[in-house]
């Protein structure tokens, strides 16, 4: 879901921030590899998927002043 940040690893700091199996709605974070999003019941939204991204940049941007860059782009979001 997220770029590597240099000299780390996206998984370690969302892991580090304790942020596996953090869910809303349908949507949560992997907890097998915390740099990916699954929809284990196929239930989750787009806003779903959208606010576990918010949450999990937040939370590592608050925790340890990294920001999290998408890999993935969302049709219709500004570049």
Known sequence: MFRNPPDDH??????AA??????VGGARVSEKHANFIVNPERLATA????T?????QAAVRGKFG???????RIVGEKP
């Open 47 to 50: 806003g779903d998927i959208e």
């Open 18 to 23: 304790g942020l596996k199996g953090l869910q």
């Open 52 to 56: 576990v991204i918010e949450r999990v």
């Open 10 to 15: 996206a998984a370690r700091l969302i892991e």
């Open 66 to 72: 990294v920001e999290l860059v998408r890999e993935v």
